[in-house]
């Protein structure tokens, strides 16, 4: 067979791809490939950026990879950067908004971690000495081997987050603590035109499940005034009531925020409580499904019986 010398022949072809192909992963491939961990408290963005180096049978890694006293960025290439949206404590120590980049100084005991105000360092680029960097020192913990250096968020809640680092058998416990979002105080003529009792105002698709449930008829509830705070109790099946806190948000429109153990717990900002109000006074409500102000979904809606 002749094959058509402006053409190259389908195996040609081929084994021409493959050996282009070949050639570019060998090209892309990281030994210590870039990782984020990004967690979010109570409004407070907190991400880490890193690489990720592999022990590859050299343990200890400490003080055999890095050794004491060398400057070195808790991962590889490019050096791991911490950013913050809003200034928060690191393990009760001032850390302005903004990016840094993450120094460890290992020792045998205590290790000093600097951040530093330049974010654009590679690795071999340890920051020099200045006012403007954060230093503190930790205590490293020996813990399970790890193979892939790790930065984690093992525990998050509404005050801040528990940051970890992990590489080789060596762990160091970090906590973040995060400025709380003020609440402004909730109007008193507005609450006290809001307390009442309400009745849920049920479709049919929301009366079906209702009624399979055991529920008889649309669910009715109180929000009272008291102490300066609006509370109610809203019901999620047969006998089980979840009690809530209403946060303003806007006039006339607020978020809950549940409540366990007397205790808010969690406020829910993509939810809205949005009360309708008609010559002065409170008709009713409407429970709405807020997301990042574009989604924008009627939940559920309730009458002002009393």
Partial sequence: MRCNPA???????????????????????????RATVSQISDGTTVVIDYGRPHVRGRSPAFPG????????????????TLTVSRAVKLNGVAVPEGAWSVWFVPAEGEWEVVLDPDERLYHTQEPEASDDQVRFRVTPEQDAFTEALTWEVPQVDGKGMDLRFRWDEVRIDFRIDVEPTPVPPTPEHE??????????????????????????GPPSFELHYEDGLLIGEIPMGPGVMAPFELFPRASWVYSPGWIMNGQV??????????FVVSDGQVTGFEVRGVVDDRIDRVMMSAERVR
């Fill in 191 to 216: 609450a006290r035109a809001i307390a009442g009792t309400y009745q849920l105002v049920l479709s049919e698709a929301q009366r079906a499940r209702a009624e399979a449930a055991g529920m008889s």
């Fill in 65 to 80: 990879i890095v050794g004491w006293g060398h400057v070195w960025t808790p991962g590889a290439n490019s050096s791991t």
């Fill in 265 to 274: 717990v969690e406020r829910e900002l993509e939810m809205l409580f949005e």
């Fill in 7 to 33: 053409r190259p022949s389908s195996l040609a072809f081929v084994a021409l791809s493959l050996a282009l192909t070949a050639g570019a992963a060998r090209g892309q491939v990281r030994g210590s490939e």
